[in-house]
Every structure is written in C-alpha cells, then in structure tokens.
C-alpha cells in the first residue's frame, strides 16, 4: 500500500527558499498524479501544484507561479517542491497526496510538514 512521507519543512525568511520532498513507500509512484497542498492556521486547506505521473504536465495556483516548481524523479520514487520567494502568507502545512487522475481525486496522503517563512 502506498504511503508518502513529506520533509524539508522549516523555518526560513521572507525571501528565502526551501525544497520539500515527498517520498514514497509501499508502493512505486510511477502511474501516480501527486499533487502538493498547504493549509495555513485556520484557513481551508488550498490546492498548490500537481504534477502527472511522467512528469510532462504541470499546474500551479496563481499564488505561487514563477515561485515554486514541482518536479519528480520516479527513479528515486520522490516528488519535489521547490519553493523561492517565499513570503509569510506561504506559513502552512505542506502535505503531498497520490491520485489515479490528472490533479483530482486525491487519495492517499502524507502527514504533512511545517513550513513558517518569519523573520
């Protein structure tokens, strides 16, 4: 059975980068949609980026375009985000989540990791 363990959070500065990582186990993500999430303190849980399972398609919320990259290496059965510039409003838990379908769907998921961009 699949499960996906999310790391890399932190604490880091306005402006500042950060890569999180989301690796899986039990299971390859080869044929998997993983798609990234946040939810900051007491706001609803947001769509961040999903990636498709060769790789060759990518989406991003508006929030975050030019910012940050989602990318994957299915040989290290492992999905990135790569987060720069990053601001403040970008405080939240970071989960990543397995789907059968194109940025829908979600599944399976992580248990998150803490990302606070504070100065």
């Known amino acids: 059975q699949l499960q996906l363990v999310e790391s890399g959070g932190g604490l880091v500065q306005p402006g500042g980068s950060l890569r999180l990582s989301c690796a899986a186990s039990?299971?390859?993500?080869?044929?998997?949609?993983i798609g990234w999430f946040r939810q900051a303190p007491g706001k609803e849980r947001e769509g961040v980026s999903c990636i498709s399972s060769s790789g060759g398609s990518t989406k991003y919320a508006d929030s975050v375009k030019g910012r940050f990259t989602i990318s994957r290496d299915n040989a290290k059965n492992t999905v990135y985000l790569q987060m720069n510039s990053l601001k403040p409003e970008d405080t939240a838990v970071y989960y990543c989540?397995?789907?059968?379908?194109?940025?829908?769907?979600?599944?399976?998921w992580g248990q998150g990791t803490l990302v606070t961009v504070s100065s």
């Open positions: 989540a397995a789907s059968n379908y194109y940025c829908s769907d979600f599944r399976t």
């Open positions: 039990g299971s390859t993500l080869d044929d998997s949609v």
